[in-house]
């Protein structure tokens, strides 16, 4: 059994804040649906006696739990979690502090592929977009690589009314979502999803509104848009370009191989805004440690102009409170407003020095 333990669980430098932990098991024998409904039961009486929330998935022998709350609290369920006998092969994926609750009505949402789809707890009770159906065959006709019907298709969607940013937010960024579940999953390889990936950026080109904000253009800001060190799939740095730029701001693009190749572009340009992109496609949980170094110099080296630090990626997208952790002033949950929202951050930074 492996186990892994960390500071979030010690306790909190602030009572405003609170621990988040996800972890992943494998059940020692298949639950059945009354075994899972009694394990949510008991959890449930736990969490609510300590103030915890989070979310519980169970998928073909393997759970997959996150849970939120005071520390003393997430300590104690912590603790009786690992003592569990029902589960083994405990990893940690990720711990850190939250400014606030993901699940905050859920003292314990319960997901799971073999439950009824009756059952009122599904999380796929939430209701998706109208775009979501489009999903499943636009990735795999970017798995395949076909960008000309990948274009007819969004190019239909647009007939019927969607916005760019419509798309963008609910097609094309759940499908980056979708080709890396499909390479997490073994049915595809690294090749593949960068094919997919560059046909979803050449889609995203073809689809972003050249509409820009009037104010933005006669402020003319100016933004580095960033990969983290070292990340190879650029879908939402390349659709970010688009959108800056259609809104008036002085754009620049980087590709740094280490948080010092970075530093030294923020140091020499003097920007206002840095934005860095993990993934959209890979959750990338452990890319968080070396995220907030890179966030630490970015800010050292823009001292005295850099005003913002943004985050993006698919972790952000999932859990926009976990850019505090990293030291990032904002988490991107689509690609879609960002330049207004940084516009305003900006204009705030400005108003207090």
């Known amino acids: 059994m492996q186990v892994q333990t960390g500071s979030v669980l010690a306790g909190s430098a602030s009572d405003k804040w609170i621990g988040c932990l996800t972890y992943q098991s494998r059940a020692v ?19 609510r006696r300590l103030g915890v929330t989070g979310m519980l998935l169970y998928d073909n022998g393997r759970y997959l739990q996150t849970l939120e709350g005071p ?10 979690i690992r003592r569990d006998e029902r589960h083994c092969d405990i990893e940690v994926l990720t711990e850190h502090m939250v400014s606030g609750r993901l699940f905050s009505d859920w003292d314990l949402l319960l997901y799971s592929r073999e439950d009824d789809p009756r059952r009122t707890t599904r999380a796929s009770d939430l209701a998706p977009h109208a775009l979501a159906h489009y999903v499943p065959g636009i990735a795999q006709l970017a798995l395949e690589g076909d960008d000309a019907r990948i274009s007819a298709r969004l190019a239909s969607i647009a007939d019927q009314g969607w916005t760019a940013d419509d798309i963008i937010a609910h097609l094309i960024e759940p499908v980056a979502r979708a080709l ?7 049915k595809c390889c690294e090749f593949d999803l960068t094919i997919g990936l560059s046909m979803l950026q050449l889609a995203g080109h073809a689809v972003r509104s050249h509409a820009c904000t009037t104010s933005l253009r006669r402020s003319r800001y100016s933004i580095l848009l960033a990969t983290a060190p070292g990340e190879p799939h650029m879908l939402s740095t390349a659709m970010l370009a688009d959108q800056f730029t259609d809104a008036g701001w002085r754009v620049e693009m ?20 840095v934005d860095i992109a993990l993934s959209d496609a ?8 070396q995220l907030r170094e890179t966030v630490e110099a970015s800010r050292k080296a ?19 409170a976990s850019a505090a952790t ?10 879609s407003g960002t330049s207004v929202r940084l516009a305003q951050l900006i204009r705030q930074g400005r108003a207090l020095k």
């Open 29 to 47: 024998t298949r639950p059945s649906e009354s075994d899972l409904e009694r394990l949510v039961a008991e959890a449930r009486d736990r969490n």
């Open 71 to 80: 520390p003393d609290g997430l300590a104690e369920v912590w603790s009786s």
């Open 180 to 186: 890396g579940d499909a390479w997490l999953a073994d």
């Open 254 to 273: 980087a590709f740094p191989t280490s948080k010092e190749a970075l530093a030294n572009q923020i140091a020499a340009q003097g920007h206002d805004a």
């Open 282 to 289: 890979l959750p990338r949980q452990r890319a968080l440690a």
């Open 302 to 320: 823009g001292a005295g102009n850099l005003v913002v630090v943004s985050v993006g990626g698919r972790l952000f997208a999932e859990a926009t």
């Open 326 to 335: 990293v030291g990032a002033d904002h988490a991107r949950r689509c690609v």
